[in-house]
């Protein structure tokens, strides 16, 4: 009885303010759960494979690593990104991060779940999961991290503990604001480790919403194994 009360009361409040959807901005059923239509879900594109072995980029070539991590080994052991950061799925995690509509990461975090069902050996033998921090001024004017609501669905799902490990200690200029060779410099020394956090001999999965060049994983993991983290690996949204 409740729940059909709640439905009646969403399905009237939806149809005073239509709910639109987040990646073309289309007018939504009025309990549409996912905040996203059908057509624009159809249109969101996992990472093609082959991947490289360490970053997770997608291959063209038969190459077990892509040129980067030929040249520089990053400091997390592997990364891997479901979907690739384009078309529907840039405006849902825009429209998420920085326009604050919540409920979206349900629907991103269903997303990553279903990924990582798909491939059990993303998660095998990690024994915690943390994720990348906002600096405290930039959290307390966004209100939540994306990166660390994604850990908590994950952790429900698999069971795996979270820790709040890391924090920034510098206001950088936002990374999707820079040129690439910007942001391979931009988070230099701009992350530490959360006093009393313990990580030593630990398999850490370090999440994100969205990784490019891999310059924020790779400060965070180069902060992670220095304290004793046994291995990093990584794990986004998109790429």
């Given amino acids: ?127 915690v999961l943390t994720f990348v921090p906002l600096h405290s001024r930039r959290l ?10 994604l850990a908590s669905s994950l952790s429900k799902e698999f069971a795996i503990p979270v820790l709040d490990a890391l924090e920034k200690t510098t206001v950088t200029k936002h990374q999707n604001e820079l040129t690439r060779e910007a942001r391979l410099t931009n988070l230099k020394g701009a992350f530490r480790i959360r006093k009393g956090v313990n990580i030593a001999g630990l398999s850490v999965m370090l999440l994100d919403d969205v990784m490019t060049t891999g310059a924020t994983l790779n400060e965070c993991a180069k902060v992670l194994r220095r304290h004793g983290a046994r291995e990093v690996r990584c794990l986004t949204v998109a790429r």
């Fill in 1 to 127: 009885m409740t729940e059909t009360i709640a439905a009646i009361a969403k399905n009237f409040i939806n149809l005073i303010y239509p709910l639109r959807c987040a990646g073309c901005g289309k007018d939504l059923e009025p309990l549409n759960e996912a905040g996203v239509c059908g057509l624009c879900l159809s249109r969101i594109r996992p990472n093609p494979k082959p991947n490289c072995a360490r970053c997770g980029r997608s291959l063209e070539s038969g190459a077990k690593l892509c040129a980067d991590c030929k040249r520089t080994r990053p400091s997390f052991e592997k990364a891997s990104s479901a979907f690739l950061y384009e078309g529907p799925l840039k405006e849902i995690v825009h429209i998420f991060k920085y326009k604050g509509r919540l409920p979206l990461a349900k629907t991103l975090s269903k997303m990553v779940i279903a990924f990582v069902k798909d491939d059990p050996d993303i998660l095998s033998g990690v024994d």
């Fill in 140 to 149: 307390k004017e966004r209100g939540f991290n994306q990166s660390g609501i």
